[in-house]
């Protein structure tokens, strides 16, 4: 199998919120464990998501806000990909935590330039579906659902989840649209967990999506 290497935010890594009364911490199956059991192609051994990563963390010059999007020891992406084995890198960053999307498509042609110039194989996963069902109960004690804020929240999750496929799409980079990919059966019950992070299930549905496109299955 050809070595890979996960490059994330919290979803990519399986942290659990708070909301709906799920305590933080995370899945007992990652994403990493979903993505190597549903296809034979890839070995993700390295797994360097953290959340609260983002593309403007990954890219900065600082070594310390490269350390919190999850390169060891705030290494420069360039360096990193000089030093691995792996053949392939799998990024899942720009949607659920903040997101400049004036910069975003910039930020992805600079890391998938990056990847180019280093001979690795490359690819991006589209922003997790948002749970509407969990907004409404997300709200502030006192406020209404249209007062709350979360609307706003909402619309700029949306425009970077659109930014980053049509980025893609021109640029023709390989892209996994998870919103399109899987669709919530569940939403009444909860199934896609709290605000913005998947639970277990839907975390599983999302990632052998993944795994299965990636590996052309």
């Known amino acids: 199998m050809i070595k890979a290497m996960l490059i994330g935010d919290s979803v990519l890594y399986g942290a659990q919120g708070e909301?709906?009364?799920?305590?933080?911490?995370?899945?007992?199956?990652?994403?990493?464990?979903t993505l190597n059991a549903a296809q034979?192609?890839?070995d993700f051994c390295y797994d360097h998501s953290k959340p609260g990563a983002s593309?403007?963390?990954l890219l900065s010059n600082d070594p310390a806000e490269r350390m919190l999007a999850g390169l060891p020891g705030?290494?420069?992406?360039?360096?990193?990909?000089?030093?691995?084995?792996?053949?392939?890198?799998?990024?899942?960053?720009?949607?659920?935590d903040p997101a400049d999307p004036v910069a975003l498509p910039a930020q992805v042609?600079?890391?998938?330039?990056?990847?180019?110039?280093?001979?690795?194989?490359?690819?991006?996963?589209?922003?997790?579906?948002?749970?509407?069902?969990?907004?409404?109960?997300?709200?502030?004690?006192?406020?209404?659902?249209?007062d709350s804020g979360y609307l706003a929240r909402?619309?700029?999750?949306?425009?970077?989840?659109?930014?980053?496929?049509?980025?893609?799409?021109?640029?023709?980079?390989?892209?996994?649209?998870?919103?399109?990919?899987?669709p919530i059966t569940d939403r009444w019950d909860g199934i896609t967990g709290d605000v913005a992070h998947p639970s277990q299930a839907y975390s599983i549905q999302i990632f052998t999506h993944v795994a299965r496109t990636i590996a052309g299955i």
């Open 109 to 146: 042609r600079r890391v998938a330039s990056i990847c180019t110039l280093a001979s690795k194989a490359f690819g991006f996963v589209g922003v997790v579906d948002v749970n509407t069902t969990s907004s409404y109960a997300y709200e502030p004690v006192g406020t209404s659902y249209w």
């Open 40 to 42: 034979a192609v890839y």
């Open 19 to 33: 909301g709906l009364n799920r305590p933080g911490g995370r899945l007992a199956i990652p994403p990493q464990q």
């Open 154 to 182: 909402v619309s700029g999750v949306a425009a970077v989840a659109e930014l980053l496929r049509q980025t893609c799409a021109y640029q023709k980079y390989p892209y996994v649209d998870i919103r399109n990919g899987v």
């Open 55 to 57: 593309f403007t963390l």
């Open 74 to 96: 705030g290494i420069a992406l360039a360096d990193l990909l000089a030093a691995t084995d792996a053949g392939a890198v799998l990024f899942n960053l720009g949607g659920n």
